[in-house]
């Protein structure tokens, strides 16, 4: 079982950028692929970035490519969202997830945080 908490959401105005945090307890964070997504109003949830359990391989939506990153640091337990050059579209509701199955690429996520809002203003 991993508990996720985000953190580092914010009002930023376009241009600007922000990281995002994750932190993650339970011992199964070590080998869970992790995920960002995220949900604007009116929208359905939507994928943002994935990384593998140890950084080796990462995906992104091809929207959030070269502007976004995701990292993270297993000492930490802790996944980042680096993202740049935000735009309002950006604006949403971004969660943390994880992937329950070990080493598995690419994830499927059945963990979830409770979110960090992000609001771009233009």
């Known amino acids: 079982q991993v508990q996720l908490v985000e953190s580092g959401g914010g009002l930023v105005k376009a241009g600007d950028s922000l990281r995002l945090a994750c932190a993650a307890s339970?011992?199964?964070?070590?080998?869970?692929?992790m995920g960002w997504f995220r949900q604007a109003p009116g929208k359905e949830r939507e994928f943002v970035a994935a990384?593998?359990?140890?950084?080796?391989?990462?995906d992104y939506k091809d929207s959030m490519r070269g502007r976004f990153t995701i990292s993270r640091d297993n000492a930490k337990n802790t996944v980042f969202l680096q993202m740049n050059s935000l735009k309002a579209e950006d604006t949403a509701v971004y969660y943390c997830?994880?992937?329950?199955?070990?080493?598995?690429?690419?994830?499927?996520?059945?963990?979830w945080g409770q979110g960090t809002r992000v609001t771009v203003s233009s």
């Open positions: 997830a994880a992937d329950r199955v070990p080493y598995r690429w690419p994830g499927a996520f059945s963990h």
């Open positions: 339970g011992r199964t964070f070590l080998s869970s692929t």
């Open positions: 990384i593998d359990w140890n950084g080796g391989r990462t």
